[in-house]
């Protein structure tokens, strides 16, 4: 079988950084040496592993996607790069035709899908790409629609660390909010507790060498008389174990896309129910 290409946009981001990396190393994929950046990168190109893929920001990328189209043939786009880019981005990859697997958390949600539905293309979009954490997700999920009001009465907190280049509030944790709802707690959003400091990270437990690219949550369930405390904690240090499920969520968006199917949008749960 043809190896997949994929166009891995964010560059330099660390994320997209970590991708191409694997890519690299894995003859199941092509990479598109192209790369969707913010109008406030300055470099034309980014160097990793010896190779050297152009960055192309926002003026003037529809302009030269026909040319791309036209050297590399078909590819999946792979986004991970700014919440404020997420809308943008998405429509681009609808306009121009490009199925997409969007990791970058953010945006407007409900457009983003809506652009997806409207579109010719499929998408994978989902706010964790770690397989794992997913199943969890999904444990949650089952346990919301099968025993609602489970944990009625039950206060809720939440905190989620992660490295202080991200800007928004984790989308795994803003899902945990539906699942906790639906099973009794009356929590928002906006009372997920958000560290970015590193001294108060430190101070956690996260391994200095992890500051700059971590992901720790923890959700503490405690009784209304306080004599019941349940918690579910996910640590997750660096950013590899993101990278197998990102290439499971392409390798599955390419099947739907061989199979012309079109205006769809796919979860992670997708993902691993069709592996």
Partial sequence: MAAQKVMINGLPGNVAKMLVSHVLSDNRFELVEYSLTGPEI?????????????????????AAMESIKQETGDFISIDFTHPTAVNENAAFYCRNGLPFVMGTTGGDRDALVQAVATSSICAVIAPNMAKQIVGLQAMMAHAAENFPGLFAGYSLSIRESHQATKADTSGTARAMVGYFNQLGIAF?????????????????GVPEAHITGHGWHTYTLVSPDKSAVFQFVHNINGRDIYAQGTFDAVLFLSQKTRGRQSGRVFSMIDVLKGI
């Fill in 42 to 62: 300055t470099d034309d190109t980014c160097g990793i592993a010896g190779r050297s893929i152009s960055l192309l920001r926002p003026a003037g990328r529809d």
């Fill in 188 to 204: 928002n959003e906006s009372d997920i507790i958000k560290v970015r400091n590193p001294e108060e990270q430190k101070a956690m």
